[in-house]
């Protein structure tokens, strides 16, 4: 009796759905490490594009109002960008303006300073900070006869745009509301 002859079976690797099957497994671990590692840096990015529910904005800044200040109409229609929000007595109002002046958010401070002429005098020199964005910052505390605050200016990383936040009201008011300005303050996106 003759035996059939075996039949011969290829290699996975040999036949053509072998290899399209190691090709697809290739494949899905390498858009896996890449999507492990984009991602990521993706989310960031939108995160900065992205305003926050109940911010005013101005251009490319947004910036967050604490719970208790009120959004005000501008009337003024020379200073149609500027948005302004109220508490108690305090005034805060959201300006971008073209980043002429440079890099340094302290020339931005002088020249609000030169528009208040003589009536609001720095308290001391200007703090630097950065804000979470990482958009170069200085403040300073300013007192008047009848008013105080604190003026603001940020310029934005790629030094293109300057954000003004001046902040203008009652002496007790301003210093009350400190801690809840300088955290709007330094949420400007």
Request: include cysteine.
């Amino acid at each position: 009796m003759t035996r059939p002859d075996p039949v011969s079976v290829a290699d996975p690797e040999d036949t053509l759905s072998g290899r399209f099957v190691a090709v697809a497994l290739v494949l899905g671990v390498i858009i896996t490490v890449l999507l492990c590692f984009a991602l990521p840096a993706v989310a960031g990015q939108v995160s900065e594009l992205t305003t926050p529910s109940g911010a005013i904005t101005d251009g490319r800044v947004s910036l967050q109002p604490q719970p208790g200040w009120e959004v005000l109409a501008n009337t003024d229609p020379d200073q149609s960008t500027e948005q302004l929000l109220a508490k108690e007595g305090v005034v805060l109002a959201l300006v971008t303006v073209p980043a002429d002046l440079g890099t340094d958010p302290r020339a931005y401070l002088d020249a609000m300073l030169e528009q208040f002429d003589d009536s609001l005098v720095p308290d001391y020199e200007p703090v630097a900070f950065e804000t979470p964005t990482g958009d170069q910052g200085a403040a300073v505390m300013v007192t008047g006869t009848n008013q105080a605050g604190m003026l603001t200016a940020i310029v934005s990383r790629d030094s293109s745009v300057a954000a003004l936040v001046p902040v203008i009201g009652d002496p007790v008011a301003s210093s009350a509301l400190l801690s809840e300005i300088s955290e709007m303050v330094t949420s400007v996106r």
